[in-house]
């Protein structure tokens, strides 16, 4: 498990140097009330139509990256980030406040992330797992994608830590790593709607089936949410800055009562994919037995 090309030598620069590249983010509405109440610093990307809302923020997201990843219009180092309306409730984080963090990180960084949850990335090996727990399925269907696209990794041991795991696509990146993101879930999205043929057509169902989040909410969309997460694990050329996961909110199960169990269980995970010593295995099986 060990892979240290995976460590991040980081440097904060000096104002003169933070690059002035565009830096666009968006508050996705979904109707009037979320349309109305577009956080100072945030754009506006109206999604009140709804259109194919069994794609989630994909929809919206998709439509617009199709639209700006071509072409020399757009600069390599532009800066796009794409939230739901909970982001503020989710990460305690305003406009203001990700603006700075990302100015901050730039040039030296591809990738910024804002991921809460932090109990739901710690005691899991990674967020396939994590899902896994709550939608029994996901990784076999998670599995079985990877293998029709040619991506070779066992997401039943593959390990994420904070630096790599993203929940709720509360990221911001440049322009390449977005190429990237929908490079993937574009094949994703072709699978699901049927274009790669009948042979695929049960892998197909199970993707498209429906879970018990609340809306019926299908695989796809759990697993398109990982993938910004699966791409910095497995492409570890991409270099990344995590703002504290700690620090936004936590789930509301009752895991997260124990922060001090995450915070060391965050630490262990590094640890093996570092150093890749059973005895950090053995000691995070012994945290995470203790507490789910």
Known sequence: ????????????????QRTPK????????????????????????????????????????????????QGAAVDDDSWFGFFSPR???KTGLTPSQVTAFVESSAPAVDVVTFSPQADMGAFFLSPFE????????????????LGAIGVNADLSKIVMDSRQIVFSNYFVA?????????DINEKLFALCEGEKGPKFEA????LTSPTQYPG??????????RIASLILTLEPSWRVRAYNTFDCAWSATALNQYKHEAVLSDALK?????????QYYAAFSAIRQRVC
């Open 1 to 16: 498990m060990s892979n240290s090309t995976t460590r991040l030598q980081w440097r904060d620069v000096n104002a003169s």
């Open 22 to 69: 565009p830096l666009r983010l968006f508050h996705i509405a979904y109707d009037e009330a979320t349309r109305a109440d577009v956080p100072a610093g945030f754009e506006l990307m109206d999604h009140s139509d709804n259109e194919r809302s069994d794609w989630r923020e994909y929809w919206p997201i998709r439509r617009f990256l199709k639209g700006h990843l």
């Open 87 to 89: 982001f503020k409730e």
């Open 130 to 145: 994590q899902e896994e727990m709550f939608q029994p399925g996901f990784i076999a269907a998670s599995q079985a994608f």
């Open 174 to 182: 440049k322009k390449p790593f977005w190429r990237r993101w929908i």
């Open 203 to 206: 892998l197909r169902a199970s």
């Open 216 to 225: 019926g909410v299908q695989r796809k969309v759990f697993l398109m949410e």
């Open 270 to 278: 590094i640890a093996m994919r570092e150093q890749g010593f059973s």
